[in-house]
T-cell receptor, first 117, second 110 residues
Framework: DAGVTQSPTHLIKTRGQHVTLRCSPI?????VSWYQQVLGQGPQFIFQ???????GRGNFPDRFSARQFPNYSSELNVNALLLGDSALYLC????????????????FGAGSRLTVL | DAKTTQPPSMDCAEGRAANLPCNHS???????VYWYRQIHSQGPQYIIH???NNETNEMASLIITEDRKSSTLILPHATLRDTAVYYC???????????FGAGTTVTVRA
């Protein structure tokens, strides 16, 4: 079975540019979350989407945006890149989103490593 | 979400059991304990989770104290491939996010 797939795996941008990262969830998973992991730190939550609607947002500026498509894949967009945006961007999918009872296990992809010069 | 406290690092001998502690003294009744690990430069990998009872799967065992204020992840026979950062996270079942702390860096030595 295919896991969570992310593209591209690595990319280099310059300050001020825009970047789009893509994520395909596990088949049957309807929820996608995005996390940013700066070198030496744990992942930090950016967004969660469930059934194509934003269900949660972390403490990130409006330069960060995302969307989920009818096939449940997702894009993360970052505008006006700063040096501090250099990080590993992780996508995770799960069967359920908010409002569902019980445990909710997230499966992560391998990430997209963004370097901003 | 309740905060967790983990030791920053620990070493383990290959083939021996690794016992990773986690304190979550402010955990509430509807919060689950999750364990994930992250091998260098890869995405976090789910290991196990539990609410009240001890749990075991093919990767590990999770022991939760009766008062739920702490837990221990047990890797029964550590291998070199178990070298990773291990994260203990408590989270309401239907919450939309995982809050990762610094985790415990586990080094398995031959």
């Amino acid at each position: 079975d295919a896991g969570v797939t992310q593209s591209p795996t690595h990319l280099i941008k310059t300050r001020g540019q825009h970047v789009t990262l893509r994520c395909s969830p596990i088949s049957g998973h309807k929820s996608v979350s995005w996390y940013q992991q700066v070198l030496g730190q744990g992942p930090q939550f950016i967004f969660q989407y469930y059934e194509k609607e934003e269900r949660g947002r972390g403490n990130f500026p409006d330069r960060f945006s995302a969307r989920q498509f009818p096939n449940y894949s997702s894009e993360l967009n970052v505008n006006a890149l700063l040096l501090g945006d250099s990080a590993l961007y992780l996508c995770a999918s799960s069967l359920v989103g908010t409002g569902q009872s019980g445990a909710n296990v997230l499966t992560f992809g391998a990430g997209s490593r963004l370097t901003v010069l | 979400d309740a905060k967790t406290t983990q030791p920053p690092s620990m070493d383990c001998a290959e083939g021996r059991a690794a016992n990773l502690p986690c304190n979550h003294s402010t955990i509430s009744g509807n919060e689950y304990v999750y364990w994930y690990r992250q091998i260098h430069s890869q995405g976090p990998q789910y290991i196990i989770h539990g609410l009240k009872n001890n749990e075991t799967n093919e990767m590990a065992s999770l022991i939760i104290t009766e008062d739920r204020k702490s837990s221990t992840l047990i890797l029964p026979h550590a291998t070199l491939r178990d070298t990773a950062v291990y994260y203990c996270i408590v989270r309401v079942g239907n919450d939309y996010k995982l809050s990762f702390g610094a985790g415990t860096t586990v080094t398995v030595r031959a």
